[in-house]
């Protein structure tokens, strides 16, 4: 072999390595590289991007935050700080023992307590007894006070069964409480106050009030008792009257008798009738002018 061909052997062996480690490096540590930092800068691009959107809705967000957190400031409801039943039970009592109008004698018994991510609820049972104005009122200044409680199956009915025909003031009642707890400090700057709300447009008419009584009430203001009573003048706006007790009084449309007022005067025929209730029957009675 001569030194020519041998040389261009050796020439084309050293390109064939350096070739081949070149391909090498490249496929084997630059090729996973480069797909690798293509992968980071994807991802730190998509990160930029999320960032950004951030960036760009926070005035937004933080607006909406500023006002959220003044709605909760200056709404008129909180929760309890802790998930304790005795604050629950201590609460119902402050009620109960404010006032008259809400005095009622119940018991009260702890269910169970569950938890979501911000708040939680107390459940608790609550059976007493009662005037019927006084419970109404009580369960109306529980749901419409500061601290927030749910009142659910509720349940009324007049106590020793059956009192037919009798005026029915006092009752038992029960009801399931459910009443909500911070988890997490969501009211921080609210400070719980004493003062008791109620919705005064709420009616307090007692349904086992019987609406025929047996009897009528008596006549302790000492009203005109017109079946008792007879005319003996009148103009067109206003009637002369001797009551039950032989003195004469004068009456004008809408003034109160006994168990009713004067409903109108008919100079015509000179009368005047009288709407009365008589224990939830309605008459009407016309007196006219003795001659």
Request: aromatic letters at 10%.
């Amino acid at each position: 072999m001569s030194y020519g061909v041998r040389n261009t052997i050796i020439l084309l062996v050293a390109l064939l390595l350096l070739g081949g480690s070149a391909f090498a490096y490249i496929y084997f540590f630059q090729a996973p590289k480069l797909e690798q930092l293509e992968t980071t800068l994807q991802q730190k691009q998509q990160d930029y991007n999320n960032k950004k959107a951030i960036s760009d809705a926070f005035p937004e967000l933080n607006a909406n935050y500023q006002n959220a957190v003044a709605i909760i400031e200056n709404y008129d409801k909180s929760l309890y700080k802790t998930p304790n039943p005795d604050d629950v039970y201590d609460y119902l009592n402050y009620i109960s023992n404010s006032s008259e109008q809400l005095r009622v004698y119940f018991d009260f018994n702890f269910v169970d307590s569950t938890a979501q991510d911000q708040y939680g609820i107390i459940r608790s049972n609550l059976n007493g007894y009662g005037n019927y104005v006084n419970v109404v009122n009580f369960i109306n200044t529980i749901e419409n006070s500061q601290l927030l409680n749910k009142v659910t199956a509720l349940s009324l009915a007049p106590p020793g069964g059956n009192n037919e025909g009798e005026e029915i003031s006092d009752i038992t009642f029960t009801f399931t409480l459910e009443s909500y707890y911070e988890r997490i400090p969501i009211q921080e700057n609210v400070s719980r106050t004493n003062v008791l709300t109620r919705n005064e447009q709420v009616s307090v008419f007692n349904p086992f009030y019987p609406l025929i009584q047996p009897t009528v009430p008596p006549n302790t203001d000492n009203l005109i008792n017109i079946e008792q009573s007879r005319i003996i003048g009148m103009t067109a706006s206003r009637i002369f009257i001797v009551d039950q007790g032989g003195n004469v009084q004068s009456l004008t449309v809408g003034d109160d008798v006994y168990l009713g007022s004067l409903q109108s005067i008919d100079i015509n025929n000179k009368s005047a009738t009288f709407n009365l209730n008589k224990g939830g029957i309605t008459e009407l009675v016309t007196l006219e002018i003795e001659r």
